[in-house]
């Protein structure tokens, strides 16, 4: 089998890389696993690489990163467990990846995050442990095509901001779901949404 695509190892050396994007990397499949010897990374941000398909394990070392985001990786199939272990990440997206169909457990470890962005067409649930993410205030879901349900752990979220745009099949919004504090609500394009919240 040929070795997928990627960044020389080298990449690891860059000591004081604070920002890392990639955009339109078409070839590119994977990271480096030195990714992980980039301490002081701030931001991750890997856009239109469509044979992009391989995150490595050692994203989880990256213990600086804030802002990671991740859209039109069309290879895309899964994100390492090591997700949970970024301790200082406070912004994550991760769209436009259709073989995408889970987020991985350990999202719900992601104590300092602030927001989330989810849309995946594919994606059939979120995490149950999303509902421990104490510190979420806002929470985006658009075209996630397959998604019916949402966890009942939502309702332990105190949001400011919901926003849920073209999720087709989805029936129902948990009625545990909190919305006294929320600024903002968003909801379109949700055809058999049949029911939203005790709140409403």
């Known amino acids: 089998m040929p070795k997928p695509q990627g960044l020389p190892d080298s990449i690891g050396q860059l000591e004081s890389l604070i920002s890392f994007t990639i955009v339109g990397c078409e070839k590119l499949e994977t990271l480096p696993g030195t990714l992980g010897q980039l301490e002081g990374l701030d931001e991750l941000e890997i856009t239109g690489c469509a044979m992009f398909k391989i995150l490595p394990d050692s994203l989880g070392q990256l213990k600086c990163l804030q802002r990671l985001k991740i859209v039109g990786c069309e290879k895309l199939e899964t994100v390492p467990e090591t997700l949970g272990e970024l301790e200082s990440l406070t912004n994550l997206e991760i769209r436009d990846c259709p ?4 987020l991985p457990m350990s999202l719900g470890k992601l104590n300092c995050l602030l927001s989330l962005i989810i849309g995946c067409v594919n994606l059939k649930a979120l995490p149950e442990d999303v509902g421990t993410l104490e510190r979420l205030w806002h929470l985006r879901i658009m075209g996630c095509e397959n998604l019916e349900t949402l966890p009942e752990t939502l309702g332990r979220l105190k ?6 745009r073209s999720c087709v099949n989805l029936k129902a919004v948990p009625m545990s779901l909190k919305l006294d504090e929320v600024e903002t609500l968003i909801i379109v394009d949700c055809q058999y949404l049949k029911s939203v919240t005790r709140d409403l």
């Open 159 to 164: 949001l400011k901001t919901l926003e849920i």
């Open 99 to 102: 073989n995408l169909t889970s």
